[in-house]
């Protein structure tokens, strides 16, 4: 069988209302599973069975537009950030919130830190602070250096650093320890998105209708391709053989990094996609959309997986083998 006669099938994740504007998967925890989070406009940040998209739970407190979310590399603690000034830090087990961080303005990005002490925020004002969860009535530093909203925010390995992205067409990088700037690298249009991964050490950002990936120590650029639309989100697979992307004109595209050239392509949501996220094991990614739906989609399709079955040994290694990617599919 050739692997383009092998059928995308994607699993729709139903249950908001209003736009998926973020998603983050966890890592993959001791019992050998991971989740999914979920921001959308209608207020109600998700957590999902990351393998299966089986719905888990929402996080009920705020009382406006969820903007940006992340989740603990071992799935027991999530954080939101949203249209009410606030950004919430949550027990992912119970559902409870632990913490709740007030803001000035708009929360457009949040980070946990790998001891899951701290929350990392970017406000629509370009101010970034930094909040101890366990005493989080007033934050413990403050960060201004960007003009206009920020656009993302991560910490970076052991959290004396962490990368910024604005609307100012800047990422930077901040020392924690010096309380300043470090580096930063410009763009030449706005930037969309910025994914940075512990287990891949290079971080992606999107802007105008490229993909450009950097190393995140130096901010040497390894790789820029354009795609055919405005790219909202793109992420990086584990191997960083290829990368998946969505955008303005409602496909997600998988791309080979070395190349640029488009592997697959499908049209499945019914509107624009906003973020897309490889899932840690890299056998799956998730795109959110303005339809209100998050789609999980294989990475090798017909390879059983969750709850795709496989429908016959030998497609399964074409279709998996990098030389036999030389196709789109629609």
Known sequence: MNGSMIRQTPITCTGHSRPVVDIEFSDITDDLSYYLISASKDGKPQLREGGTGDWLGTFEGHKGAIWAVDISYDGTRAATGAADFTSNYWDAESGDCLASCTHSHIVKSVS???????????????ILSVFDVRQPQKSIEEYTGHNGSIKGSKFLGNDNYFISTGEDKLMKMWDRRAKKELKHQSFDQ?????VLKDDVKVVTITYGSNVALYDVTTFDLLRTHSLPCVVNSASLHLDQRYFVCGGEDMYVYKVSTETGRVLESYKKHF???????YSPDGELYASGSEDGTIRLWQDCVGKTYGLWQRPDLNSVHNNCSPSNHDFVMS
Do not use: D, F, Q, Y
């Open 190 to 194: 706005a930037i969309n998105s910025m």
């Open 271 to 277: 509107g624009p996609v906003h973020c897309i996220r």
């Open 112 to 126: 946990i830190n790998r001891e899951m002490n701290l929350l990392l925020t970017g406000t629509s004002k370009s």
